[in-house]
């Protein structure tokens, strides 16, 4: 079963805006991860926050962690035409050496 | 610094040919090592991970398999290629379960 659902599934803004992707997930986790994937290309890891952790940020990134809501938030801040790519969310089961994945984000920052 | 090769980087197959991708790491040692599949706009689909050599684990049974026949090499086999089997794979390492860094990728194309 899918553990990580991100919301919007695409979102188009102009440059210099923010912008905010949503995750959600289904069952307890050590911690979460976000990575970027330009098209055509492997993922890169851009953050990870721990379970014990609420707020994380990262040069122009800031993640959120609500374990209660089971949900965390990306923010890319003051954006820039080089940030579209595809967004995803991806989370670990505890004790398990893997992660899983969400469907991510299409964002498209227009010059 | 660490490096993840995967080879070819486009395969264009017909139905029921052999499939044979490969994915190595350099430096580091005992690397999990994962074999993802990707759809086109889609998420990753995990298929196989690896804790160490001769260790495999099947997230999703289909027509493929892997093998590690070396700490550091990972391959992803099918005996027939199904039309099905067309995607983005993508081979990713990480220390333990934390984060994951990804190969460049290949595009399989099953015609």
């Known amino acids: 079963s899918q553990q990580g659902e991100e919301d919007p599934q695409a979102l188009s803004i102009q440059e210099g805006e923010n912008a905010t992707m949503n995750c959600s997930y289904k069952?307890?986790?050590?911690?979460l991860q976000w990575y970027r994937q330009n098209s055509g290309r492997g993922l890169v890891h851009l953050i990870l926050?721990?379970?014990?952790?609420r707020e994380k940020h990262s040069g122009r990134l800031r993640v959120t962690l609500d374990t209660s809501k089971k949900s965390s938030s990306l923010l890319i801040t003051a954006s820039r035409a080089a940030d579209t790519a595809s967004y995803f969310c991806a989370t670990d089961a505890q004790g398990a050496q893997k992660l899983v994945f969400g469907q991510g984000t299409r964002l498209t920052i227009n010059p | 610094s660490q490096t993840i090769h995967q080879w070819p980087a486009t395969l264009v197959q017909p139905v029921g040919s052999p499939l044979s991708l490969e994915c190595t790491v350099e430096g580091t040692s005992n690397p999990n090592l994962y074999w993802y599949r990707q759809a086109a706009g889609r998420g990753l689909q995990l298929l196989f991970y690896s804790v160490g050599i001769g260790q495999i684990s099947s997230e999703v049974p289909q027509n493929l398999s892997a093998s590690r026949p070396q700490d550091r090499q990972f391959i992803l086999s099918s005996k027939k290629l199904l039309l099905s089997d067309s995607g983005f794979y993508l081979c990713?390492?990480?220390?333990?379960?934390?984060?994951?860094?990804f190969g460049p990728g290949t595009r399989l194309t099953v015609t």
């Open positions: 990713a390492w990480s220390a333990a379960a934390y984060e994951q860094y």
């Open positions: 069952t307890s986790i050590n911690n």
């Open positions: 926050i721990r379970s014990n952790e």
